[in-house]
């Protein structure tokens, strides 16, 4: 299918930096010393959790995004790319002129910060921390609100607070919320346990999206220590094949049968796994003869109905759709700035992609998907 000038891409994965300095100018002065040794106290626990050599691995891969930012040089620079450093990654007005670049109409950005990892361990001013972590992402939204869509993180580790969190958000007309993938890494439940109920429910009635974008996985240390390559490449594909622990919670642990009109987006795991994933768990539930006493359907029923999945650039993709996931269950996303981006040819990208494709599958992915999801 031909590109044509009105076809309007929508990325359902992009990053936006914000800096603590940021979220701090909208946060009482009062409040800024607590901020801090929380943020210390999750980096602090974070090393400890490590090998010296596992480590500083993590500090060295840490280290290379602000070099790349600045444009220094590192010995991880192999990884540089046509986004690397830009302004956009924290400028929205950058931003908006990288989209207008690219062709991309609309954004759904998450923040490289993920703040529901430290905001519990604040002791004083975790709520007031939350509200400025928000506020300081709205405020980036303001350049062009019809374009650039963030994800509000909400703490789980307070439900009440939580629910507060989810209406302030609707009430001031966000689109997207952002929690945990692994709850049990902040040494909480998981998401089928009834203690989240009330957030559900909220969330429901709000009509947002849950957002769960892939990132760190504690559970994966003990591989990231033992893996001899140089830049983790064992451990790195691991990573999105670990959230089928996460599709099992959410749909065999009964959250969907409970809430039927919940939307959660699964971000960045990629697609054609997932396909085996469903076959294999439905064939579980069929063939195989295991329980799974919550829920009164097959999986698939409840993945095509409630769960939606991002990739970037994936053969493929429209047939794993049609045979298994559910073509209206996938978006597509440029992953601007981070290494694996489309960015700046993600035109020529998709054409690539749909290559062969009908012009209806194919603006649902780019386009008509991300719509419905996001109530655009």
């Known amino acids: 299918m ?68 600045t444009g220094g040089t590192d010995s991880l620079m192999y990884r540089r790319h046509a986004a690397a450093g830009r302004p956009g990654h924290s400028d929205a007005a950058e931003r908006l002129k990288d989209m207008d670049t690219d062709g991309v109409a609309a954004s759904s950005s ?86 989240y109920d009330p957030l559900w429910a909220a969330v429901q009635e709000a009509d947002l999206p849950i957002c769960l974008h892939i990132g760190l996985n504690t559970a994966l240390d003990d591989l990231a220590r033992r893996d001899p390559t140089p830049q983790r490449g064992i451990f790195v594909p691991m990573t999105p094949l670990s959230t089928g622990e996460q599709f099992g919670m959410w749909i ?50 409840y993945f095509k109905r409630n769960v939606f999945l991002t990739f970037i650039d994936e053969p493929h993709v429209v047939r794993h759709a049609h045979e298994t996931l559910g073509i209206e269950n996938v978006m597509w996303s440029s992953d601007y700035p981070h290494p694996v981006s489309s960015w700046p040819h993600s035109r020529k990208i998709v054409d690539e992609i749909f290559a062969g494709a009908t012009p209806e599958d194919r603006h649902l992915v780019v386009n008509g998907n991300a719509t419905r999801v996001w109530n655009l």
């Open 252 to 301: 065999m642990g009964g959250v969907f049968a409970r809430y039927p009109r919940l939307k959660v987006v699964f971000v960045e795991p990629g697609i054609g796994w997932v396909a085996w994933w469903l076959n294999i768990v439905d064939d579980m539930a069929t063939r195989q003869g295991y329980e799974f006493p919550a829920i009164t359907e097959l999986p698939s029923y």
């Open 110 to 195: 998450y923040c490289e910060v993920s703040a529901f990892r430290y905001l519990y361990l604040i002791k004083e001013g975790w709520r007031e921390s939350t509200r400025a972590f928000n506020t300081a992402l709205a405020a980036w939204t303001e350049a062009d609100p019809g374009r650039l869509i963030v994800s509000y993180q909400i703490p789980i580790h307070d439900i009440g607070a939580a629910v507060d969190e989810v209406r302030w958000v609707a009430e001031s007309g966000g689109k997207s919320l952002q929690l945990p993938v692994f709850p049990n890494e902040l040494g909480l439940p998981d998401y089928w346990d009834q203690r």
């Open 2 to 69: 031909a590109t044509t000038s009105e076809e309007r891409l929508i990325s359902a994965d992009d990053h936006v930096e914000m800096s603590h300095d940021r979220v701090k100018e909208f946060l009482a002065a009062r409040y800024h010393a607590g901020y801090d040794a929380g943020v210390d106290a999750f980096y602090t626990a974070m090393a400890k959790s490590r090998s010296s050599e596992a480590n500083q691995r993590w500090r060295d891969q840490n280290a290379f995004a602000s070099k790349a930012t």
